[in-house]
């Protein structure tokens, strides 16, 4: 059992529950912070290994914040290499969680040690039990071909027009065989005449059914931006069609801008994140991306890439800020499709552009499974990785004048 000082020392017990022991920690007042740790264990650096183990929380508000399972892996001579949160949360049995995660052991380590933590919560307990860390081969690499689209918009469209184009822009990126396609916002609807309600149209319908003939026809996700009409009430829509050519979700826009408002669109509610088949994607549309809470929270449920088709962004410098800290602050690949005033992005989750374009399409091989990690990053001195830490580190019971109405 380890804490910074006396005074922070949680009350640490052997229990036994339904005849296994486990460990518990109960805190003391808000200022509680300790651990158990284990010995070193020893490993061989460029193998893998899973680590799992059973907890169940009583009386914690913030589960997250509060309690920690984390892995140090060290090298020779005592110092820490790399430190890892086991942040792959689920449900287990009679009301258990089970934390686990597959690692794979960096260089220059020789031993890992297992902490299991206690903090900031007050009167709060948490109990561990069977742990285990064990070699495993290999996983599979995450691999997930991305190719979104830079198309100039037409100021004198029509809907005929920009259908063609759309396909034309499908054929092109459906020859690089592509798992997903994005496309820009509302694309097929822009410079046509008549207003946003008349150029509406519901899902499934016309353009959908499009969509659907291409992704079949390349086996392709498309996202695609539109004017969705449900009853009377218009939406900004991102529509997502698996390689099916099948409506596999939407997302309403849930940031309007006023002359968007005035337009008479009605905004969204609701932050979907969607299972494909090379993992869980989230979806923003334009002005939502000034606004850090809607790819936070896409984050928050699980999403490893964002796609954000967005009409275009007056600044460069905005766009450019903007686009990589999304990224970024998530830890999430971030795709973009642009048809005003900047550039189409795919960006990787430190914030770096990995593909772009001014003008047609942007293609990026990217790795789902690759693991990004910097120096002294919150866990130091050792290698932090920055997606797990801006979610474990977070202190939501901080922010309740992010929801304070009257603000």
């Given at each position: 059992?380890?804490?910074?000082?006396?005074?922070?020392?949680?009350?640490?017990?052997?229990?036994?529950?339904?005849?296994?022991?486990?460990?518990?920690?109960?805190?003391?007042?808000?200022?509680?912070?300790?651990?158990?740790?284990?010995?070193?264990?020893?490993?061989?650096?460029?193998?893998?290994?899973?680590?799992?183990?059973?907890?169940?929380?009583?009386?914690?508000?913030?589960?997250?914040?509060?309690?920690?399972?984390?892995?140090?892996?060290?090298?020779?001579?005592?110092?820490?290499?790399?430190?890892?949160?086991?942040?792959?949360?689920?449900?287990?049995?009679?009301?258990?969680?089970?934390?686990?995660?597959?690692?794979?052991?960096?260089?220059?380590?020789?031993?890992?040690?297992?902490?299991?933590?206690?903090?900031?919560?007050?009167?709060?307990?948490?109990?561990?039990?069977?742990?285990?860390?064990?070699?495993?081969?290999?996983?599979?690499?995450?691999?997930?071909?991305?190719?979104?689209?830079?198309?100039?918009?037409?100021?004198?469209?029509?809907?005929?027009?920009?259908?063609?184009?759309?396909?034309?822009?499908?054929?092109?990126?459906?020859?690089?065989?592509?798992?997903?396609?994005?496309?820009?916002?509302?694309?097929?609807?822009?410079?046509?005449?008549?207003?946003?309600?008349?150029?509406?149209?519901?899902?499934?319908?016309?353009?959908?059914?499009?969509?659907?003939?291409?992704?079949?026809?390349?086996?392709?996700?498309?996202?695609?931006?539109?004017?969705?009409?449900?009853?009377?009430?218009?939406?900004?829509?991102?529509?997502?069609?698996?390689?099916?050519?099948?409506?596999?979700?939407?997302?309403?826009?849930?940031?309007?801008?006023?002359?968007?408002?005035?337009?008479?669109?009605?905004?969204?509610?609701?932050?979907?994140?969607?299972?494909?088949?090379?993992?869980?994607?989230?979806?923003?549309?334009?002005?939502?991306?000034?606004?850090?809470?809607?790819?936070?929270?896409?984050?928050?449920?699980?999403?490893?890439?964002?796609?954000?088709?967005?009409?275009?962004?007056?600044?460069?410098?905005?766009?450019?800020?903007?686009?990589?800290?999304?990224?970024?602050?998530?830890?999430?690949?971030?795709?973009?499709?642009?048809?005003?005033?900047?550039?189409?992005?795919?960006?990787?989750?430190?914030?770096?552009?990995?593909?772009?374009?001014?003008?047609?399409?942007?293609?990026?091989?990217?790795?789902?499974?690759?693991?990004?990690?910097?120096?002294?990053?919150?866990?130091?001195?050792?290698?932090?990785?920055?997606?797990?830490?801006?979610?474990?580190e977070r202190r939501p019971d901080t922010y309740k004048d992010l929801v304070d109405g009257?603000?």
């Open positions: 059992l380890w804490s910074p000082r006396p005074d922070l020392n949680p009350t640490g017990e052997l229990v036994n529950v339904n005849g296994v022991k486990a460990l518990k920690l109960t805190a003391v007042d808000i200022s509680t912070f300790g651990k158990w740790r284990s010995k070193e264990i020893g490993i061989t650096a460029g193998r893998f290994y899973r680590f799992e183990v059973l907890y169940e929380p009583e009386r914690i508000a913030i589960e997250r914040g509060s309690v920690g399972v984390l892995i140090t892996w060290t090298a020779p001579d005592g110092h820490p290499v790399q430190r890892d949160y086991v942040d792959k949360i689920s449900p287990a049995e009679d009301g258990w969680r089970r934390a686990s995660r597959t690692f794979r052991a960096p260089e220059g380590s020789s031993s890992a040690t297992v902490e299991l933590w206690l903090r900031w919560t007050s009167g709060g307990s948490v109990i561990f039990k069977s742990p285990s860390l064990v070699e495993v081969s290999q996983p599979a690499p995450r691999k997930v071909r991305v190719v979104t689209t830079r198309i100039e918009e037409q100021r004198n469209g029509t809907l005929e027009g920009n259908m063609k184009a759309m396909a034309d822009v499908l054929d092109q990126a459906g020859r690089e065989k592509p798992d997903v396609i994005l496309l820009t916002e509302f694309f097929t609807e822009r410079g046509v005449k008549g207003t946003v309600h008349e150029r509406s149209e519901p899902i499934p319908g016309p353009l959908t059914h499009a969509l659907g003939e291409k992704a079949r026809q390349y086996s392709s996700y498309i996202i695609a931006g539109m004017l969705e009409l449900d009853g009377e009430k218009t939406y900004d829509t991102a529509v997502l069609i698996d390689r099916g050519g099948h409506v596999a979700g939407k997302y309403r826009k849930t940031h309007l801008p006023l002359a968007e408002v005035e337009d008479g669109e009605t905004p969204g509610s609701e932050y979907p994140v969607f299972d494909t088949d090379f993992g869980r994607i989230g979806i923003m549309i334009c002005w939502d991306s000034f606004f850090p809470e809607t790819a936070r929270i896409l984050r928050l449920k699980g999403a490893e890439i964002v796609f954000l088709p967005i009409a275009g962004d007056p600044s460069a410098r905005h766009w450019d800020v903007m686009s990589r800290a999304r990224a970024l602050d998530n830890g999430v690949y971030l795709v973009t499709s642009v048809s005003a005033g900047a550039d189409s992005r795919i960006i990787d989750p430190e914030g770096e552009v990995v593909a772009d374009t001014t003008d047609g399409l942007a293609t990026a091989d990217l790795d789902l499974s690759k693991e990004l990690r910097l120096w002294w990053l919150s866990v130091g001195p050792a290698d932090g990785e920055a997606r797990s830490l801006v979610i474990q009257s603000r």
